[in-house]
């Protein structure tokens, strides 16, 4: 049998690696209601971990109870985090018809005006479109993103206890420096700063829209800690969210709607673009364009949690294929490192 070629064993592994990848996101498409709750539960675990390490260490509880105590603890925090969430959504949703009335007249008078100073258009399909705003749909999408979430908390737990409880095990053998332990060390360095920052947004948000004078400073604030997981497009939609609100207040003026804009969006813009950058600095090692196909990858596949948890999965992924050889030019592609 003669040997294969350079170029056919090329086009043979990029075949491969292509059907690889369909059959993999077809898998996890499928698998997705056991797969979410998994994922959520291996980050929650990266979260608890070093809770459950000082109680051991230094309080010299036994793992059992200091499992119980964090996983408590993680518990109460995420059913006050979802019922803040649920609220806030439910509170847009139930508003979502009078935003949508408030704008069709806003559209009304915006046209109005232009053909008062000469300008002439077609209006019967502009006019459509207004009505037609889906956002009723947009926030039931979003509350049903986060029910689903929600709905899963049990099962979360009950993984989140299994990998509590055998991180002992593997603790106790095994290479420190490994590859499993640089996963585990950058991405909990990832998810204990983001936790951080986007606490720090949302209770920017929230004081900055409260003084103000925006209905629903809450929810917004809430939403914007909830958002800020999603990179990029998760500040802008955050930023976006109170303009109904301000339009439909009796006491609308320019001014205030130019505030509740510009102020959020500069608290974002300070968060994403300097204190973030300084913080985590290339830890994980993304290029931006990575993270924006990642983004769009994982919410294909997942809906909004896929979204929220698309930088920590495609950082963790980067790691292990920099660790196989055969896999490092992928890793360097996800890096930008094109010409390394």
């Not at 007249?105 to 077609?122: N, R, S, V």
């Not at 749909?137 to 986060?146: E, I, K, Q, T």
Request: without cysteine.
């Amino acid at each position: 049998m003669p040997a294969m070629q350079p170029t056919e064993a090329r086009i043979r592994t990029v075949s491969m690696l292509v059907l690889a990848v369909i059959a993999s996101a077809g898998a996890l498409y499928w698998l997705r209601p056991v797969m979410i709750p998994l994922v959520l539960a291996v980050l929650l675990t990266y979260v608890l971990g070093p809770l459950v390490d000082l109680l051991i260490r230094r309080l010299r509880v036994p793992r059992a109870i200091a499992v119980g105590l964090a996983l408590l603890i993680g518990t109460l925090l995420l059913l006050l985090l979802g019922g803040l969430v649920s609220s806030s959504v439910q509170a847009l949703s139930a508003n979502a018809e009078a935003y949508e009335g408030r704008i069709r007249d806003l559209h009304h008078q915006i046209i109005g005006a232009l053909q008062g100073i000469g300008i002439e258009f077609e209006t019967t399909r502009l006019d459509e479109k207004v009505q037609g705003l889906p956002l009723s749909r947009w926030f039931s999408s979003l509350a049903n993103g986060v029910v689903d979430v929600l709905s899963n908390t049990v099962l979360v737990l009950i993984f989140a206890i299994y990998m509590l409880q055998g991180s002992a095990a593997s603790s106790m053998g095994g290479d420190p420096d490994g590859m499993r332990a640089e996963i585990v060390g950058r991405i909990r360095r990832y998810i204990s700063l983001k936790i951080g920052l986007s606490a720090a947004t949302g209770a920017a948000v929230w004081l900055l829209l409260t003084l103000i004078g925006v209905d629903l400073a809450l929810v917004f604030g809430v939403l914007a800690f909830v958002l800020n997981f999603i990179p990029s497009v998760g500040s802008i939609i955050a930023t976006l969210l109170p303009i109904p609100v301000v339009l439909l207040d009796p006491e609308f003026s320019a001014t205030k709607l130019t505030l509740a804009i510009l102020l959020p969006g500069a608290v974002q813009m300070t968060v994403g673009n300097v204190l973030e950058p300084k913080l985590m600095g290339d830890q994980l090692e993304l290029h931006p364009i990575t993270i924006l196909a990642a983004l769009t990858f994982w919410g294909m596949l997942w809906g909004i949690p896929g979204m929220l948890l698309a930088v920590p999965l495609t950082a963790a992924l980067r790691i292990v294929f920099d660790a196989l050889e055969i896999t490092r030019p992928v890793a360097r592609l996800m890096a930008g490192q094109i010409g390394g």
